[in-house]
């Protein structure tokens, strides 16, 4: 398409072919289309931000039966530490199938190559459905392409001939299925295909409930276990189907489809997956195919040359993308430059170096993100990191937010994201907003017996710029109510977490918050319970008993608002006049936010031994322990909700 339209901007003609071995779609209401294809790519249809900017400069609208999903949220998870990331408000991400598979779609039609086939042949392209078995050069030294369409064989003289075959054929051609690549390496002398590696593709069927909740969300699991060496499989919710992409040493090796299977089924019964992907699934295809991770011997001759996955990949990420960034220069290359080889070593090639030079910061980056994700220890500190800069840095200088977004979206250069890993500040912040934060947080979890066998934990923090508005919220719900505000709210506190569940789950479990079988928030030395009235109702009491003695005290609900809010008051004890509320946000089907805001002074006691106790306690009052108790137990009551863990 870049060809055509560029060609035409300079006013030349070029008559382009396009030989594509998927067959197009038996369907009897797209009979007038040109390219409504069979088959699939093996490939997760993950657009990246920077594809979906190349679709815009281009005008390729996509239609909305090709996208399958608007991605809203990344979800990187190692170890049992889940961080979330959401998509940047001026970036976009989609997932489309890049054919008409997997079997029993009812959307077999909205497909992206299709859809692509078509613009390039309203373009003016031809496109012949044919499957090319040998190339060659004619008597005059121009390109011969040798297909067959099923009916006959036939073959084209060309002046140029562009290979972009992709690497999911690779294996035949080297197990002599083909002549394919034979013959590419007599026309390109020293051609060899890149160095790949194995990774297994599924689509999976999953219940209605648990696909609608996971609308708008990618995961990127880090992760599997002793026995299953994972890193960088992605889980992406579609319109119908989850499809599945496993990546990692356990999986380098697996061969045939029974081995497959036998993978996949451990990999959805992993403990930490299995909480993403409860089940029952159905799988309803599952393949085999490869990854590039090196670059070709060498991708071009007098009048031909190979684009795309043959010729080279962005490492474990966008390459689609990266697919085009070589389409791009070769046909820059073609109109600008020559056709001959000169010509192409010259412009094309250092494209495809480009690329393949950038993996090798890709290959630092994506060890030192497996190193950090697949250690328990590390993966913490990374987490509490992010955690920590989330509520005090405004986005732009979210660090390590962005190195991880760029990593997960494929959104910059492995060699930017490697410069922004070692930069001092980044490793400031890990030391001091993750090592640090993290040790002391340990100690604390220790005193409070907060376990986190078989839990997830979530970034529970508020966005820095996301606290003002939503404290204004919470302080006007607090005037509404009648409550007064404390004076100089010594202490203020907000979290927030995302439930996949209906609000009137979570506004029932909130009511057993002074029940003996409430399932969160039992740190050690409080003790909660409700001493009057009903759960949820106005007036209903409940007592925190903290030892030591002196720092118990008694909660009131003062405003409970029917699967919305729940205030309660603090009657006596050091926070007195002190305020918390619930709040339940719908996000979506099936899909709520609960965020938790706490505000109190520390109270200056009555007596003169309390007012002495009080002081001290002021001083010294460590609020981060609040932060600490209520991250553990908003995890604990989302897997509590998320999989009826609690018993
Ligand atoms: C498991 C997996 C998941 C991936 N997920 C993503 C992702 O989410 N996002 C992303 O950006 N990249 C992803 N990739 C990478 C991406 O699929 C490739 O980088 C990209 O498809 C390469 O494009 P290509 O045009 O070179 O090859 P392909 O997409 O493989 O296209 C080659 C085309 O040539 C046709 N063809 C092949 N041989 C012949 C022949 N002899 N005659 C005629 N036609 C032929 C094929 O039918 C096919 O249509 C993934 C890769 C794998 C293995």
């Excluded at 073959?155 to 034979?182: C, K, P, Q, W, Y």
């Excluded at 938790?596 to 002495?612: E, K, W």
């Amino acid at each position: 398409m870049n060809l055509l339209r560029k060609a035409r901007e300079t006013g030349r003609t070029i008559d382009l072919v396009i030989i594509e071995r998927k067959r197009h779609l038996n369907i009897s209401d797209t009979a007038g289309s040109t390219a409504l294809l069979d088959g699939c790519n093996c490939c997760a249809g993950g657009l990246s931000p920077r594809m979906c900017d190349i679709l815009d400069d281009m005008q390729l609208d996509l239609p909305e039966e090709v996208i399958q999903s608007r991605v809203t949220s990344i979800t990187v998870q190692g170890h049992w530490k889940n961080v979330e990331i959401a998509v940047p408000p001026e970036r976009r991400m989609l997932s489309v199938f890049r054919g008409s598979k997997p079997a029993g779609r009812s959307d077999r039609t909205g497909s992206f190559d299709a859809f692509l086939l078509e613009k390039a042949v309203k373009d003016g392209a031809v496109l012949i459905t044919g499957d090319v078995h040998e190339v060659g050069y004619s008597d005059t030294a121009r390109p011969l392409v040798h297909y067959d369409t099923g009916a006959e064989k036939k073959t084209i003289e060309a002046d140029f001939l562009v290979i972009a075959t992709g690497v999911s054929h690779v294996a035949a051609m080297r197990n002599h299925e083909s002549d394919l690549l034979g013959s590419l390496q007599v026309m390109i002398p020293g051609f060899t295909p890149p160095s790949l590696r194995g990774a297994i593709i599924c689509e999976l069927r999953v219940p209605e409930q648990t696909l609608a909740q996971m609308q708008g969300e990618v995961y990127f699991i880090q992760y599997g276990s002793a026995d299953l060496r994972l890193e960088m499989c992605s889980i992406i919710p579609k319109t119908e189907f989850v499809t599945v992409v496993l990546i990692g040493p356990g999986i380098d090796r697996i061969e045939g489809h029974v081995e497959r299977f036998e993978v996949v089924d451990r990999f959805l019964a992993l403990p930490h997956v299995r909480k993403l992907l409860p089940g029952p699934h159905r799988l309803s295809c599952t393949c085999g195919p490869h990854m590039v991770t090196g670059v070709a011997g060498t991708a071009f001759a007098d009048r031909v040359a190979v684009i795309g996955d043959l010729a080279t990949s962005r490492l474990n990420k966008d390459g689609i993308y990266s697919a085009y960034e070589t389409s791009r220069a070769l046909a820059n290359t073609l109109l600008t430059q020559g056709t001959d080889r000169l010509s192409l070593r010259r412009a094309y090639w250092p494209g495809v170096k480009a690329i393949s030079r950038d993996n090798l910061f890709g290959r630092v980056v994506f060890l030192l993100h497996r190193i950090t994700f697949s250690t328990p220890f590390l993966s913490r500190v990374l987490y509490q990191a992010i955690f920590t800069e989330r509520k005090t840095k405004t986005s732009p200088h979210r660090r390590l937010e962005r190195i991880l977004w760029s990593i997960a979206s494929g959104d910059a250069s492995y060699r930017y994201i490697l410069r922004l890993m070692l930069h001092p500040s980044t490793i400031w912040s890990i030391a001091i907003g993750g090592l640090m934060v993290t040790i002391r947080n340990y100690l604390a979890e220790l005193l409070f017996g907060l376990k986190w066998r078989n839990l997830g934990r979530h970034t529970t923090g508020v966005y820095r710029e996301q606290f003002g508005s939503k404290r204004r919220q919470f302080i006007n719900l607090i005037l509404q109510t009648g409550l007064g505000l404390p004076k100089r709210r010594d202490i203020e506190k907000m979290y927030t977490i995302k439930i996949k569940a209906p609000g009137d789950i979570i506004f029932e479990r909130l009511g057993r918050f002074g029940n003996e079988d409430r399932g969160y928030f039992r740190p050690r030395f409080v003790d909660v319970r409700r001493v009057r009235g009903e759960p949820n109702r106005e007036g209903s009491i409940i007592r925190y008993s903290v030892t030591p003695g002196f720092l118990s005290f008694n909660l009131m609900l003062e405003r409970s608002t029917e699967h919305q809010h729940l205030v309660y008051r603090v009657l006596d004890g050091f926070a007195q006049g002190g305020v918390l509320i619930f709040e339940i946000e719908p996000l979506g089907k099936g899909k709520c936010g609960l965020s938790i805001y706490v505000t109190f002074d520390l109270s200056n006691g009555t007596g003169p031994l309390s007012r002495f106790t009080l002081s001290i306690f002021r001083v010294l009052f460590p609020a981060f322990l609040h932060d600490v108790v209520w991250n553990h137990s908003l995890c604990q009551l989302k897997d509590c909700i998320e999989n009826q863990t609690c018993s």
